[in-house]
Antibody
Framework: QVQLQESGPGLVKPSETLSLTCAVS?????????WGWIRQPPGKGLEWIGS???????YYNPSLKSRVTISVDTSKNQFSLKLSSVTAADTAVYYC?????????????WGQGTMVTVSS | DIQLTQSPSFLSASVGDRVTITCRAS??????LAWYQQKPGKAPKLLIY???TLQSGVPSRFSGSGSGTEFTLTISSLQPEDFATYYC?????????FGPGTKVDIK
């Protein structure tokens, strides 16, 4: 059974860097076509942050591109998100997800999500 | 950037009702459209991808159609467990966008 689990600090100070990790179990991260991060501010909709492909290529939401880095660690079977210079607007539940094997269409397996609050 | 709109934003329906949600893209996206269901406090669940392909394990009362700029999600007979928020999502040039969501509530 494929499972994804986000981890990282639940509280980040303004102007600092938010760092999250997504541990993948039951599936080799090297076998995945692509992996992604999505967030959801409290009471609001879903916002795609970015994706990393099997090739190593990364694609980011244009509105966040200057602050986002997504990377993969195949030795630990996990991938990570870094979001720099955070503000209160970055407060959200952050989800990691697996891209569907059928092609570049959607995300089929999601983590449970982790709440990150930006506050001093 | 491609924008998605959903209509209605809110829908009140009864068990057994046929429900249709529409998603429109600001420009053509072929069939790169997916639908998700999200319940409070839970991660989204993939229902449909490639506009009309039912994800494994999803009940057949869910169906999707459309291509280009207009897409629909239909629930043929609403069940108690279907009351949730539904999001469409598109992919274009490796960039994803989600729609604003449609909340389906109990009448």
């Amino acid at each position: 059974q494929v499972q994804l689990q986000e981890s990282g600090p639940g509280l980040v100070k303004p102007s600092e860097t938010l760092s999250l990790t997504c541990a993948v179990s039951g599936y080799s991260i090297s076998s995945g076509y692509y992996w992604g991060w999505i967030r959801q501010p409290p009471g609001k909709g879903l916002e795609w942050i970015g994706s990393i492909y099997h090739s190593g290529s990364t694609y980011y939401n244009p509105s966040l591109k200057s602050r986002v880095t997504i990377s993969v660690d195949t030795s630990k079977n996990q991938f990570s998100l870094k979001l720099s210079s955070v503000t209160a607007a970055d407060t959200a539940v952050y989800y990691c997800a697996r891209g569907i094997a059928a092609g570049p269409f959607a995300f089929d397996i999601w983590g449970q999500g982790t709440m990150v609050t930006v506050s001093s | 950037d491609i924008q998605l709109t959903q209509s209605p934003s809110f829908l009140s329906a009864s068990v057994g009702d046929r429900v249709t949600i529409t998603c429109r893209a600001s420009q053509g996206i072929s069939s790169y459209l997916a639908w998700y269901q999200q319940k409070p406090g839970k991660a989204p669940k993939l229902l449909i991808y490639a506009a009309s392909t039912l994800q494994s394990g999803v009940p057949s009362r869910f169906s999707g159609s459309g291509s280009g700029t207009e897409f629909t999600l239909t629930i043929s007979s609403l069940q108690p467990e279907d009351f949730a928020t539904y999001y469409c999502q598109q992919l274009n040039s490796y960039l994803f966008t989600f729609g604003p969501g449609t909340k389906v509530d109990i009448k």
